[in-house]
């Protein structure tokens, strides 16, 4: 028996999502750009897509860029505004500590351009908030880059109230809702929202899809040169399969948010509770205002890696951190941002749920867990230690 739960780093794609792309690899398979009736009938199956995509997040088709996924629809979106900045000579950058390296390494590069970035700290819950955007914003601030909600520790951004400040200040607002998208409910209008990026693999859709939503009026630049494909803002012949598997993913995933949101939550509540009562351990985040399917703990004493790995043997998958830096063995940036000590920041184990878990599969991880933890400890100089009272616990 296998039970996944890394549902943050990635999705089993839903059987829905991967009929509606089955006709567009051997039926309807013409290049959009071609003129003649092949061409056009997939033309016409991507308008449609972007119709509903754009419905699913309140705004309108023109407003939608289809990209290769969550990551270069950062990039695109933080360069585009960058780029807009610089020609008005206004190069300051607001973000958070705690962002997906997609933003983090695309600002990084900004810096080496001249730009100045500020990082805001997060609470140690795991949270920005509206005033902390104000006290920041510049005359030459072009863009504030908040993520909706993030991948290791679930926390969810005031994002509504962010797009406020950053409208009255007359400053672009861009969000990474890669792991709210299908998960939260997404209308840019209300939530004064200038640019988001999605990614079709964290909602049940395929790998290598995603959107750049960019609010009419704002000029992107492209990051990939070649064709006129996406109005001449990203070359490249359109991936109709994968595009027409994230419509249907998303229009599923929006159509279940209420009701996945309370099944999911409860199954992540029943298993923090768990966990807890586990010695020495400690919830990543707050309960409150938390992605419905995200647990994220530190265990006191535990490496990461191995815990991982018991876990697997034990028929569980689980991350630590985020996919992109577990195999490397820095201390996850967020965990840092919210002030855990290095030892600990090392020693995170993320779960994260979906909506095909079942309680029983919760409470096999509960217990696999404490007897994976309890293994490791026991077999520790650094427990040792602790237990003799030689050095004192970081985790009351
Ligand atoms: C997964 C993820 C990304 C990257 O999306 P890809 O489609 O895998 O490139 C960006 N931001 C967040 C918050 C993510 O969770």
């Not at 983090?104 to 810096?111: A, N």
């Not at 909600?149 to 994002?159: F, L, S, Y």
């Not at 960019?214 to 040169?225: A, D, H, M, V």
């Not at 749920?353 to 919760?362: M, Q, S, Y």
Request: proline share 3%.
């Amino acid at each position: 028996m296998r039970i996944y739960a890394d549902n943050a780093a990635t999705t089993k794609m839903s059987k829905a999502a991967i009929n509606a792309m089955l006709p567009y690899f051997d039926e309807i398979y013409g290049n959009p750009s071609s003129l003649h009736s092949d061409g056009q009938r997939a033309a016409e199956a991507l308008f449609g897509a972007r119709e509903r995509i754009a419905k699913c997040i309140g705004c309108s088709a023109k407003e939608i860029t289809f990209t290769s996924g969550g990551s270069e629809a950062d990039n695109q979106a933080i360069v585009s505004a960058a780029r807009a900045g610089e020609r008005k000579n206004k190069k300051h950058i607001i973000s958070t500590a705690i962002e997906h390296h997609a933003v983090l390494h695309t600002l990084e590069s900004l810096e080496k351009q001249g730009f100045e970035i500020t990082l805001l700290p997060v609470s140690g819950d795991g949270f920005v908030t509206a005033e902390q955007v104000k006290a920041v914003i510049r005359p030459d601030t072009c863009l504030v880059t908040v993520m909706y909600a993030n991948n290791e520790i679930g926390t969810v951004q005031p994002i509504e109230e962010i797009g406020r400040v950053c409208r009255e200040s007359g400053v672009l607002f861009h969000t990474d809702a890669v792991q709210a998208a299908g998960h939260l409910k997404i209308d840019v209008e209300k939530q004064n929202i200038d640019m988001l990026s999605l990614s079709a693999h964290k909602f049940h859709g395929p790998k290598g899809i995603g959107v750049l939503y960019s609010k009419k009026g704002i000029r992107l630049e492209n990051i990939i040169y070649g064709g006129g494909q996406e109005r001449g803002k990203r070359a490249g012949t359109e991936n109709i399969p994968a595009v027409m598997g994230m419509a249907a993913a998303l229009e599923d995933a929006c159509a279940k948010i209420d009701e996945n949101s309370v099944k999911i939550s409860a199954l992540r509540d029943r298993l923090i509770d768990g966990l807890s009562k586990i010695p020495h351990s400690v919830l990543n985040g707050s309960s409150e205002n938390r992605l419905p399917g995200n647990v994220n703990f530190c265990f006191e004493g535990i490496e990461g890696e191995s815990l991982l790995l018991l876990l697997d043997d034990k028929g569980i998958s689980a991350s630590s951190g985020s996919a992109c830096t577990s195999g490397s063995l820095d201390p996850s940036h967020v965990l840092l941002a919210l002030g855990r000590p290095h030892e600990i920041a090392h020693g995170s184990l993320r779960l994260s749920l979906g909506d095909e878990n079942t309680a029983d599969e919760v409470d096999y991880i509960i217990k696999a867990t404490a007897e994976v933890v309890d293994y490791l400890r026991k077999m520790s100089p650094v427990w040792s230690d602790l237990e003799a009272g030689k050095r004192d616990f970081i985790i009351k």
